[in-house]
């Protein structure tokens, strides 16, 4: 059985932030990935001081690049099924030991079930705009989604346009005062199902919706939420918040000893700057935890 100080499992930014920690500890870290980022569809990462605007792909590479001088960091193509919780550590997918388990696995986007969206998804579709309101500001958005979470994007989108729509594809579950506080901030709201999205090469151009109105539109938003991309951290009885995400305390510590999580599967604030902070978190209390248990 190989056995390891530490399993990462996810490369993302949290995971390989927590990699280059722990190798620099000399700690001799095994990363497993699948090589499905959440991010695979956008075309360019924001946020992140000294890298805004970069190809995700691309900063995966220079991170991965950047961890090679550490002879102690191992990463593999390699999905884990299952971890197992031991009196000394965990035994990942029958044949891999480590002492502690760094959970950087990440979450999955529901995407709204519309004819066409997949064209346009990274492009001019999006669900952050954090990530994206920027290059789309003060044009023609339109904000998917129903009740509370499509008034709260829509709300939320003032910021980068005044050229709002809320579409809620049927029923807008929306209470009579959440109806009057759109329609004071001028935000159109259209409850017709939607038939697809029309545009070309990625670009929205306009909705149409089931009763043959279109409606002109240079951006979507969607509020559909998201899901755990595993279930290791459930299976191994980590607790979750109200929310859906991994419950975490201080330095991303879980409620089972020697399982930590870190980035979008643990916090809602799903940037990649914070998942990276969370990773690099994660592995100092990692290692400070692996030097008391070497010391005694």
Known sequence: MDSYDVVIVGAGPAGLSAALILGRCRRRVLICDTGLPRNAASHALHGFLTRDGIP??????IAREQLQPYQTVELRELEVREAKRTDT???VNTNIFCSKLLLATGVIDRLPQIDGLKEFYGRSAFHCPYC???EVRDRRIVVYGKGKNGVGLALELTLWSRDL???TDGPTELSNEETARLERHRIKIYDTPIRRL???QGMLEQIAFTNGELLGCDALFFSTGNEQHCNLAETL???FTEDGAVDTGEYEITNVPGVYV?????KLVQLAIVAAA???KAAFAINQELLKEDLG
């Open 278 to 280: 969370e990773g690099a």
């Open 56 to 61: 995700p792909l691309e900063f995966l590479r």
């Open 237 to 239: 009885g980590c607790k």
């Open 89 to 91: 550590g965990f035994v």
């Open 262 to 266: 870190a980035g979008d599967a643990s």
């Open 165 to 167: 729509a809320l579409c």
């Open 198 to 200: 029309i545009g070309s």
């Open 132 to 134: 994206d309101g920027w």
